[in-house]
């Protein structure tokens, strides 16, 4: 009986502790890959002095421009 209890106690710690399997990443990170922003900070520009660097349509703009660079961030 105590040893029933102690290996079912076992194995309900054992679901809580971390795991001791070495995890490796891959050698190539295809989506890690940092996106080619250009063309998107050539729109901005164009946009910025077509409606003006406060416009909507240039904001949007750069904001899209923002966000491929954080993708770098994760």
Same mark, same amino acid.
């Given at each position: 009986m105590k040893f029933f209890l102690a290996s079912?106690?076992?194995?309900s710690a054992v679901a +809580?502790?971390?795991? +001791?399997?070495a995890h490796?990443?891959?050698s190539t990170f295809l989506f890690a890959a940092?996106?080619?922003a250009s063309d998107a900070i050539a729109e901005a520009l164009r946009l910025s002095?077509? +409606?003006?660097?406060?416009?909507?349509?240039?904001?949007?703009?750069? *904001?899209a421009v923002e *966000?491929?660079?954080?993708r770098d961030q994760r």
């Open positions: 079912a106690l076992l194995a +809580f502790s971390p795991s +001791f399997v490796q990443r891959p940092r996106p080619d002095k077509e +409606f003006g660097p406060t416009s909507t349509e240039a904001r949007l703009a750069w *904001e *966000e491929m660079d954080s």
